[in-house]
């Protein structure tokens, strides 16, 4: 390209405010690896809405579980090892007990890896009614945000289905969600603005 013509297009640029595109934000997330311990646990005496990790403007806490039969209980969390094919090396083991991410100012995109292994969960965005039942049988879209879930079995070594693995996504302006179970186990929870 003649310099000069070089020179006149950068110039250009250059007034009509043109910049070259800015990669997007990276996502925020909690992946419960270290420095968080192995055999760790979050539960009483610590009470509902007790904040348990913070990311830069992420925060969790542990929340009240909501069985099906319409009872309620507040259970233990705990650094825990993946069970059959759970991803990283420690995951964050629900037992009877939900966790609410709350961010300050909302954020656009949510994912969460999960392993489930038996029982009910329970799920909120933005403050909606908990669904307790099956994150498979929730609505594509709840208080404006679009809700997906893909899950997969998972099987032993004599090839019989023991769980399911899977992957929540949730696109929207979201400011808060809540995610918990009975025999569960959760991952890579990640936020991108």
């Keep these: 390209m003649n310099p000069r013509i070089a020179a006149c297009c950068l110039g250009i640029l250059t007034l009509t405010g043109c910049n070259p595109p800015t990669p997007p934000p990276a996502p925020l997330c909690f992946n419960f ?8 646990t ?8 007790a904040q348990i990790l913070t990311n830069g ?11 099906v039969s319409g009872n309620t209980s507040f259970g233990v969390a705990a650094i825990s090892s993946p069970p059959f094919g759970g991803n990283g090396s420690q995951m964050l083991r629900a037992n009877n007990i939900n966790f ?5 100012g909302s954020v656009s995109l949510i ?7 038996g029982g009910s969960e329970n ?7 908990i669904s307790a039942g099956e994150l498979t049988a929730l609505p594509t879209v709840i208080s404006g945000v679009t809700v ?32 918990g179970g009975q025999e569960f ?5 990640c936020a991108t603005k």
């Design 57 to 67: 403007p992420l925060a969790m806490s542990l929340e009240t579980f909501n069985q």
């Design 42 to 49: 979050f539960g009483p005496p610590l009470a509902p809405g």
């Design 185 to 189: 186990w959760i991952d890579n929870v």
């Design 100 to 104: 609410k991410v709350v961010a300050s």
């Design 111 to 117: 994912s969460l890896d999960y392993v489930d292994m």
């Design 123 to 129: 799920f909120s965005v933005n403050g909606s009614a």
């Design 148 to 179: 997906t879930v893909t899950q997969a079995p998972l099987v032993n070594a004599g090839g019989i289905q023991v769980g399911r693995s899977g992957r929540l996504t949730l696109k929207g302006q979201i400011s808060q969600f809540l995610v």
């Design 33 to 40: 690896e270290s420095p968080l311990t192995l055999g760790t």
